[in-house]
């Protein structure tokens, strides 16, 4: 057990669908990243959040959006989704003072 | 802009000999460097780091990096593959005016018995 834990482990929705995936940090890291991770554009950052505040944005979509709550959970919503959008989605966290980023094991979104 | 080449998309290498996986970088600032595998179907697991302090970098499971600064490269080594190194493995790039990491497009590490 990494210490990042990211919920739901598989996920399985339709075209035009909505979904969340969350995330809780490692217990002291206030920053929470997104990656997503596809067969055909690798592993690509989507956002990070820093003690609730976005910190910086990647590639990530208009249809996607992100927040970070006040106990540190963090939240991405993933609307109109398209068969593109299947992907494995992770999360890390970060305390940046020793550089370490902890994954969670991901989240496995198949848009059918 | 900051990025990284992972050299070979694929490496087979029989149990007990040695790995190496190349990466080379691109940045503009002094770089941290990470290595990160990822089993199959699992999350991924920081293998070591490297940020400006000794350019020879020892990690987990008997893995080390070097940083040659001159030749841009951060590859990764193990004397001796064990059939559980097979995986896919990561180099990334991040640098002190960002957080985020910057992956490389992965290298495959077969071990054959």
């Known amino acids: 057990d990494s210490g990042v834990t990211q919920t739901p482990k598989h996920l399985i929705t339709a075209t035009g669908q909505r979904v969340t995936l969350r995330c809780s940090p490692r217990s002291g890291d206030l920053s929470v990243y997104w990656y997503q991770q596809s067969l055909d554009q690798g592993l690509q950052f989507l956002i990070q959040y820093y003690n609730g505040e976005e910190r910086a944005k990647g590639n990530i979509l208009e249809r996607f959006s992100a927040q970070q709550f006040p106990d540190l959970h963090s939240e991405l919503n993933l609307s109109s989704l398209e068969l593109g959008d299947s992907a494995l989605y992770f999360c890390?966290?970060?305390?940046?003072?020793?550089?370490?980023?902890?994954f969670g094991s991901g989240t496995r979104l198949t848009v059918v | 802009a900051q990025s990284v080449t992972q050299l070979d998309s694929h490496v087979s290498v029989s149990e007990g000999t040695p790995v190496l996986l190349r990466c080379n970088y691109s940045s503009s600032y002094s770089p941290s460097l990470f290595w990160y595998v990822q089993h199959p179907n699992k999350g991924l697991q920081l293998l070591l780091k490297y940020t400006s302090a000794a350019t020879l970098v020892k990690g987990i499971n008997g893995f080390e990096a070097e940083f040659k600064k001159s030749e841009t490269s951060f590859h990764l080594t193990k004397p001796s593959a064990h059939m559980s190194d097979a995986a896919e493995y990561f180099c990334v790039v991040s640098g002190p005016n960002t957080d985020k990491l910057i992956f490389g497009t992965g290298t495959r590490l077969q071990v054959f018995p």
């Open positions: 890390a966290s970060s305390d940046r003072q020793n550089y370490g980023y902890t």
